[in-house]
């Protein structure tokens, strides 16, 4: 089946400071992935849509300019926290469709725990 | 816009026993998609069933079926024969039937299983 693969799992960083989240499609190609973030037993909320080759669309409230994503190629989306803060502590997790799948499910990937002191 | 509601926040149910897990969506869409996905406490989410809204039949898989009620806009999930690692956070979810549209997600439901 189609898998997702997000790396770190987990990273602490320190105020100020910026971090990178990879997103990869292993064995499709994705030319739409999807960021989302959750706090402590919260849902999942929708940061922004990344297209291969296009700028990303963001959610209304979400700083363009503070979540940078870039989506490069075909397989590898990124998530770059600008500037971290602690109140940007929070899970954040990928998901992939395919170009054939819209009506299949989305693959997510195991998510990011960052935490900034 | 569309917006998915889950009703219980927490639900509690002794091994064995079945459970139904409540959502329910608006949307504006004619064709959308409806979907479950469990998250245990290491954070993954897994995907469970999926249904369409042209779809006649409720979904099954396994031991998960989908109670799908199209003009009441619910879409409930049924566990039977519940076990102790069914004990997770479970999302009811939506999306529309085009090509890159995201999965809207309900608050979800937290599901302890005790022996």
């Known amino acids: 089946g189609a898998v997702v693969s997000q790396h770190p799992s987990w990273v602490i960083c320190k105020s100020g400071t910026s971090v990178k989240i990879e997103c990869r499609s292993l064995?499709?190609?994705?030319?739409?992935m999807f960021w989302y973030r959750q706090f402590p037993k919260q849902s999942l909320m929708l940061m922004a849509t990344s297209n291969e080759g296009s700028k990303a669309t963001y959610e209304q409230g979400v700083e363009k300019d503070k979540f940078l994503i870039n989506h490069a190629s075909l397989t590898l989306s990124t998530l770059t926290v600008t500037s971290a803060h602690p109140e940007d502590s929070s899970f954040y997790i990928c998901?992939?469709?395919?170009?054939?799948?819209?009506?299949?499910?989305?693959?997510f990937g195991n998510g990011t725990r960052l935490t900034v002191t | 816009a569309q917006k998915i509601t889950q009703t219980q926040p927490g639900m509690f149910v002794q091994e064995k026993e079945a459970v139904t897990l409540d959502c329910t969506y608006d949307t504006s869409d004619q064709s959308y998609g409806l979907f479950w996905y469990k998250q245990p406490s290491s954070g993954e989410m897994i995907f469970l069933i999926y249904q369409g809204s042209y779809d006649e039949q409720n979904a099954t898989e396994g031991r998960y079926s989908l109670n799908f009620q199209k003009a009441r806009k619910s879409a409930n999930l049924v566990i039977s024969a519940s076990q102790l690692g069914d004990s997770a956070m479970y999302f009811c979810?939506?999306?529309?039937?085009?090509?890159?549209?995201?999965?809207?997600f309900g608050k979800g439901t937290t599901l302890s299983v005790s022996s």
């Open positions: 064995d499709f190609q994705a030319t739409t």
């Open positions: 998901s992939a469709a395919a170009r054939d799948l819209h009506r299949s499910p989305l693959h």
């Open positions: 979810a939506m999306r529309g039937d085009q090509a890159g549209t995201a999965l809207i």
